[in-house]
């Protein structure tokens, strides 16, 4: 079975610049969530979604960090305007419904903002 | 935002020996899910814990519920090098979908 893919797996890109990442749950699975992790911090959860409506975003740094769900097998997280602090490695899970399900992680896309 | 304690935050050990981490925290969970991360990896599902109390097995790792709800401990028997990797214990409270993680265990294991 696939599992959650993610792309781009590395983006280089200069401050100011907008950035999308791109999430493909896994078929079946209605909740995907979009995790940020730095050294500093560890893994965070950005925002969640469920059966593609936005549940909860109080992890979204600030407006310049937005995300959509236009159907249930695709995700995007957009970052506009990046800033160098925003270069981090980004993962987006996914997990059937209920609330004992555990959730399973793409491999990530590492972003450099420079 | 919430956390979970992790420790130790490290570990080096020689091949064959057996490894030990906990998890603990001021609240209760429902759910607590053991994951490990390889470099340049996402995290991958090793075991996951439904009940207070409960002891599951998955190989060489074996992973209990804290009978107060509040900690969790993985052990790892005879270790073996591509068990190197982070190591993070996670929580799910009730009625929430949101996933607390802890810091993470690195561990190294010398051959």
């Known amino acids: 079975d696939a599992g959650v893919i993610q792309s781009p797996r590395h983006e280089v890109t200069e401050m100011g610049q907008e950035v999308t990442l791109r999430c493909k749950p896994i078929?079946?699975?209605?909740?995907l969530f979009w995790y940020r992790q730095t050294m500093m911090r560890g893994l965070e959860l950005l925002i969640y979604?469920?059966?593609?409506?936005?549940?909860?975003d109080s992890g979204m740094p600030e407006d310049r960090f937005s995300a959509k769900m236009p159907n249930a097998s695709f995700s995007t997280l957009k970052i506009q305007p990046s800033e160098p602090r925003d270069s981090a490695v980004y993962f987006c899970?996914?997990?059937?419904?209920?609330?004992?399900?555990?959730?399973?992680f793409g491999d990530g896309t590492r972003l450099s903002i420079l | 935002g919430q956390q979970l304690n992790q420790s130790p935050q490290s570990m080096f050990i020689q091949e064959g020996e057996d490894v030990s981490m906990n998890c603990t925290s001021s609240?209760?969970?429902?759910?607590w899910l053991w994951y490990k991360q390889d470099p340049g990896e996402g995290p991958v599902l090793l075991i996951a814990l439904y009940k207070a109390g409960e002891l599951t097995s998955n190989g060489r790792l074996t992973a209990q519920f804290g009978i107060t709800r509040k900690d969790s401990f993985l052990n790892i028997s005879a270790s073996i090098p591509s068990d190197v990797g982070i190591y993070f214990c996670a929580g799910l409270q009730g009625g929430s979908e949101k996933l607390v993680f802890g810091k993470g265990m690195k561990l190294t294991v010398n051959p």
């Open positions: 979604f469920n059966n593609n409506v936005p549940i909860d």
């Open positions: 609240s209760i969970f429902n759910t």
């Open positions: 899970a996914s997990s059937n419904s209920g609330f004992l399900r555990p959730q399973h």
């Open positions: 078929s079946g699975h209605d909740y």
